[in-house]
């Protein structure tokens, strides 16, 4: 019961609604109505005025018009009313074919009795039901062809004024639910985007605490204790970077050289890593957060974990207007098995940036041949956005 209180206002507001609508309705009929009748009037008294007769005042032209129109004010609103309540009228050809029937068998008849009866009026003598059928049957021709061109134009004018009503309602609703529906993709596209955050945060924790595993085993407290606290700084800034949409391409690479860092205690001189074009124009811009640090990892996982060389670790930025290029690569050694693990890197970051940017991001993946050897190479090409408070 408790759930059905809220809906009981609104239902209370339907009559209020309703009469409210019927008023600005009878209310805009009696205007324009009152216009035409006006405009009638006052050509009939310029008639007048031109052939030198000024036996009849324009406010009682104008009454005659008006008086005359009555009941078409009072049949326009109605059939606007049936419109409205009844829009099956409207969507069918026989639909409106049926309700002009019922207009001329219905309407045109009352209309042409309204019109004997002012008639009659007009001569002020009594009359009774005998005199109305005769005065409206000896009606000459033209008048009733008036009231029925009257009657037809009336018609289509409501018919007009609500198929318009009904096409523009019909749109409204549409473009309505079309905002719904994009509402909920954008929901939706938030939640997959939250959730990757999710997956990438414990990943990227994960994989760091494997490194200051790595330096334990090693026995060397010094070693290890500098890697707790390089691990510190990466926490701090990948929990905070992870709440936002959008960091610093500065930031994201200062990030990405603590981290090389910490790495480095792990593999010492074996890890030798090149970057290469990040220039200022570059690190103005923005990016999503954590974005390189799985790129770097993969390199590291399918390169110093697989042998005990050194490394040829390569990061390069290119900046094409304002598309922006990412590639990371590493040489492939043949004959060495793949390293084991869950893989989860380069296809979160390929869903994100999906995601993010909506298809104007890419990135590929494979091996690539470089100064006469074999390389392993991700690329991603996205669009470098600005920070506001850099644009101008």
């Known amino acids: 019961m408790e759930n059905a209180r809220p809906d009981t206002p609104a239902l209370n507001q339907v009559p209020q609604l309703t009469a409210i609508i019927v008023f600005k309705l009878l209310l805009s009929n009696i205007l324009v109505w009152t216009s035409l009748c006006a405009i009638g009037a006052l050509g009939n008294y310029a008639d007048l005025i031109k052939y030198g ?8 032209i104008l009454w005659f018009w008006v008086s005359s129109h009555l009941l078409m004010m009072v049949f326009s609103t109605c059939l606007y009313l049936i ?21 001329l068998l219905g309407f045109l008849p009352l209309e042409i009795i309204y019109i004997a009866i002012l008639d009659l009026l007009k001569e002020k003598r009594s009359f009774g039901l005998q005199d109305i059928v005769t005065m409206a ?33 019909r749109e409204q609703v549409l473009q309505q639910s079309m905002n719904d529906v994009l509402h909920l993709r954008l929901d939706l596209e938030q939640q997959r985007l939250d959730a990757l955050r999710g997956q990438l945060e414990p990943h990227f924790i994960f994989n760091c605490l494997n490194a200051i595993s790595a330096l334990v085993r090693a026995d060397d407290k010094r070693i290890a204790l500098t890697g707790l606290n390089r691990l510190s700084d990466l926490l701090r800034y990948a929990l905070t970077a992870s709440s936002k949409d959008w960091v610093r391409l500065e930031d994201e690479m200062t990030f990405i050289r603590d981290y090389l860092e910490l790495q480095r205690l792990r593999y010492g001189a074996r890890l030798q890593i090149s970057i290469a074009g990040d220039t200022a124009n570059v690190l103005a811009g923005d990016c999503p957060p954590l974005l390189l640090q ?12 697989c042998h005990e060389g050194s490394s040829d670790i390569r990061m390069q930025f290119k ?18 098995g793949a390293n084991p693990g869950l893989g989860l890197g380069l296809p979160q970051t390929r869903a994100r940036l999906d995601l993010i940017y909506a298809g ?26 600005m920070p506001e408070n850099a644009i101008s």
């Not at 419109?83 to 207009?103: D, V």
């Not at 799985?294 to 974990?305: G, I, K, Q, S, W």
């Not at 900046?319 to 060495?336: H, K, P, R, W």
Request: with cysteine.
């Open 319 to 336: 900046l094409d207007d304002e598309e922006l290029s990412i590639s990371v690569s590493n040489t492939v050694t043949d004959g060495i």
């Open 83 to 103: 419109f409205m309540r009844h829009e099956k009228f409207l969507s069918k050809a026989k639909g409106i074919a049926l309700a002009y029937m019922i207009m």
């Open 53 to 60: 007769t000024t036996q009849r005042s324009f406010s009682e």
């Open 360 to 385: 104007r991001a890419s990135m590929h993946s494979g091996r690539i041949q470089e100064d006469g050897q074999q390389r392993f190479e991700v690329q991603i090409r996205m669009p470098l956005h």
């Open 137 to 169: 049957f000896n009606m000459r021709n033209f008048t009733i062809f008036l009231e029925y061109a009257w009657s037809t134009g009336t018609f289509i004018a409501v018919l007009a004024i609500c198929t318009w009503r009904q096409a523009r309602v």
């Open 294 to 305: 799985p790129l770097l990892e993969n390199a590291l996982r399918h390169d110093l974990d």
